[in-house]
């Protein structure tokens, strides 16, 4: 048991950490109260499921574009760029969301800020845990944000639900305003402590940078492809999840723990993460803890009654906790390698999470509307089950990235 024990950072890392941990407590608890809102705003001004799902997949769309234009515009900027306009985007959409009761296609502009803000926050960690955090330390404090994500994301919706049961607006004016002081204040505490040197970086043509997410791509497909995965499968839960919740919820309160109990095991065991890569490795530990999650994500889609519904759902988590920093640590390895090429592939790393939620959404209500909403789980476990065997079959042991042909192409 002394071999297996959770890694913590380096002393050095610790504190370099802190300017990057204080806002996204902030953001993080204010997007998780407007993430759970959402789909609830959108049912009631759109009233059917499956376009709930589709205005919904709009933002991801939205995502998709700026993940492909991202170089050409913001290659050369540092993490104290993409954290302010992060701060600022994420007060557009809490407002917006508030006024889209006045005109319901103020919605359709709120999702679209969504979809950037998503882009903006993920530029924003891969950037600093670059420029300030030892390479040693990347499964760790990806295991760490994952951890702090969860425990933010579990209380969040309980939050929205006591605000949405007073009015239903005062979630998102509420963040909105929250947001907007803690800007402030984060200006008046960190915006000296966080900067890094902007990299110089030649503007690339659509064909170009074309060419460099493909050749990225045929190296990283695989992982790409889990990501994906996973991410399909957590827009599931936070578009038909929280609609199951609600609907569920009225014959048994306990349907009230689906979200919190997704996000819970990521508390305890994302630190985890780091002790089991550094055994196994972090591409295989992300494969195989998706594939045993994908058999109690089948489960849930096939429980009889609440009880089993909850405990597959929590056991599913405490898998895919362990895959999700161990992937993201991956990416961050390969960032860390990529020079001025760096916003490419954070780039192609987000567009996974991306074409998730554009499809996921969609798909989830399409299958909701047809069988019902605990057949979706069912139907994604499978897949995620059938994507992980795949990966793990595919995977080489190491991935180099082409960086002589990339500087051939730029």
């Known amino acids: 048991m002394q071999n297996f024990r959770i890694k913590l950072p380096t002393n050095a890392s610790l504190p370099k950490l802190v300017p990057l941990i204080v806002p996204l407590v902030v953001l993080m608890l204010s997007d998780s109260i407007i993430a759970y809102s959402v789909p609830i705003y959108a049912q009631n001004l759109f009233s059917n499921d499956f376009f709930t799902g589709l205005v919904i997949s709009f933002s991801s769309l939205v995502g998709l574009v700026f993940d492909f234009l991202s170089k050409r515009l913001f290659g050369s900027k540092n993490f104290s760029f993409f954290i302010k306009f992060t701060f600022i985007l994420l007060i557009i959409?809490?407002?917006?969301?508030?006024?889209?009761?006045?005109?319901?296609?103020?919605?359709?502009?709120?999702?679209a800020i969504w979809g950037i803000y998503y882009e903006t926050l993920a530029f924003s960690n891969f950037k600093y845990l670059k420029n300030f955090v030892n390479s040693n330390d990347y499964t760790f404090s990806w295991g760490f944000i994952s951890m702090l994500r969860a425990l933010i994301y579990g209380i969040g919706p309980l939050i929205a639900t006591v605000l949405i049961s007073k009015q239903l607006q005062l979630p998102a004016y509420l963040?909105?305003?929250?947001?907007?002081?803690?800007?402030?204040?984060?200006?008046?505490?960190?915006?000296?402590?966080?900067?890094?040197?902007?990299?110089?970086?030649?503007?690339?043509?659509?064909?170009?940078?074309?060419?460099?997410?493909?050749?990225?791509?045929?190296?990283?497909?695989?992982?790409?492809?889990?990501?994906?995965?996973?991410?399909?499968?957590?827009?599931?839960?936070?578009?038909?999840?929280?609609?199951?919740?609600?609907?569920?919820?009225?014959?048994?309160?306990?349907?009230?723990?689906?979200?919190?109990?997704?996000?819970?095991?990521?508390?305890?065991?994302?630190?985890?993460?780091?002790?089991?890569?550094?055994?196994?490795?972090?591409?295989?530990?992300?494969?195989?803890?998706?594939?045993?999650?994908?058999?109690?994500?089948?489960?849930?889609?096939?429980?009889?009654?609440?009880?089993?519904?909850?405990?597959?759902?929590?056991?599913?988590?405490?898998?895919?906790?362990?895959?999700?920093?161990?992937?993201?640590?991956?990416?961050?390895?390969?960032?860390?390698?990529?020079?001025?090429?760096?916003?490419?592939?954070?780039?192609?790393?987000?567009?996974?999470?991306?074409?998730?939620?554009?499809?996921?959404?969609?798909?989830?209500?399409?299958?909701?509307?047809?069988?019902?909403?605990?057949?979706?789980?069912?139907?994604?476990?499978?897949?995620?089950?059938?994507?992980?065997?795949?990966?793990?079959?595919?995977?080489p042991r190491k991935i180099k990235m082409p960086l002589s042909k990339l500087l051939k192409i730029s």
């Not at 349907?255 to 065991?269: G, T």
């Open 93 to 111: 959409v809490s407002y917006s969301l508030g006024l889209s009761f006045i005109n319901k296609y103020i919605f359709i502009f709120a999702m």
């Open 175 to 395: 963040c909105g305003t929250f947001v907007l002081l803690a800007f402030f204040l984060y200006l008046a505490l960190f915006n000296k402590e966080s900067k890094a040197p902007a990299q110089a970086t030649n503007t690339t043509e659509s064909k170009q940078e074309l060419k460099v997410w493909f050749m990225l791509f045929k190296k990283i497909y695989p992982i790409w492809v889990l990501n994906l995965t996973l991410v399909l499968i957590d827009s599931g839960f936070w578009t038909i999840g929280i609609l199951m919740s609600e609907n569920l919820g009225k014959a048994s309160p306990l349907a009230k723990l689906i979200i919190p109990l997704y996000m819970l095991p990521a508390v305890i065991f994302s630190p985890l993460s780091q002790t089991i890569s550094s055994k196994f490795g972090k591409k295989k530990t992300a494969i195989v803890t998706s594939f045993i999650g994908a058999f109690f994500l089948v489960f849930t889609g096939l429980a009889v009654n609440i009880e089993l519904i909850l405990l597959a759902i929590f056991a599913y988590s405490v898998f895919t906790s362990v895959a999700f920093p161990a992937i993201c640590a991956t990416f961050e390895d390969y960032v860390s390698r990529l020079g001025n090429f760096d916003t490419d592939l954070i780039g192609l790393e987000q567009s996974s999470g991306n074409f998730a939620y554009i499809i996921g959404p969609v798909l989830a209500g399409f299958i909701a509307l047809h069988l019902t909403e605990q057949k979706v789980f069912l139907i994604f476990g499978l897949l995620l089950a059938l994507i992980s065997f795949l990966a793990l079959i595919i995977t």
